[in-house]
């Protein structure tokens, strides 16, 4: 009864305290920046959207390359040059922050898994139009990137029968707009 009561104390005074995940105490830790500079870096991160992340990942420690987990827009990728903050990126490679100055928020240009995959499929659709033998389509490295005005880039390579029967490789660009209508296709 004695030890049930303690841990049930223990837990209380650990909830009220705030103990647990510390945001700068994580960034410091996996960066070796100091707590002040740690904390300069959580503040840019909660400046463009950054929301709520439990942890920093090291993507390359002897580039300064990391990433925080956050609930809402997934990993954010960060980079550490000279003890500062020099890049902010979203999961599909888009800056939003550089060298001191913020270019956008998140919000702005990180799009959801699903969505993700409903461009992907808009463009797949798109490529097919303009393939001799669509249904010997073969889709790979698709990348969906979303800028400010709303406007989505989806880049990849399709391998496909041209007219003669023989399988080849094109790269492509499909543009996309706020409303998602197609306005671009490109197979290059």
């Known amino acids: 009864m004695k030890k049930s009561m303690l841990l049930a104390l223990t837990l209380s005074a650990l909830l009220i305290t705030g103990c647990g995940s510390d945001p700068t105490g994580d960034i410091s830790k996996a960066t070796g920046l100091s707590k002040e500079q740690a904390g300069t870096v959580l503040t840019q991160l909660k400046d463009v959207g950054v929301t ?19 609930d809402k827009y997934g990993r954010v990728f960060f980079a550490i040059k000279d003890n500062k903050l020099s890049v902010i990126e979203n999961q599909q490679g888009v800056k939003v922050y550089v060298s001191d100055n913020k270019i956008c928020d998140l919000a702005d240009v990180t799009l959801t898994d699903a969505q993700v995959a409903e461009y ?19 889709f790979d490295n698709l990348k969906v990137m979303k800028d400010k005005s709303g406007s989505v880039l989806i880049t990849g390579t399709v391998d496909a029968q041209n007219s ?12 996309v707009d706020s409303n998602k209508q197609v306005t671009g296709v490109n197979l290059l």
């Not at 002897?62 to 925080?68: A, L, T």
């Not at 797949?124 to 139009?129: M, Y």
């Not at 003669?164 to 543009?175: E, Y």
């Open 164 to 175: 003669f029967g023989a399988k080849i490789r094109n790269s492509f660009m499909v543009t």
């Open 52 to 70: 709520k992340f439990d942890g920093v990942s090291t993507l390359n420690k002897d580039k300064g390359y990391y990433y925080v987990q956050d």
């Open 120 to 138: 992907q499929v808009i463009a797949q659709n798109a490529v097919k139009n303009k393939l001799k033998a669509p249904s010997t389509a073969d």
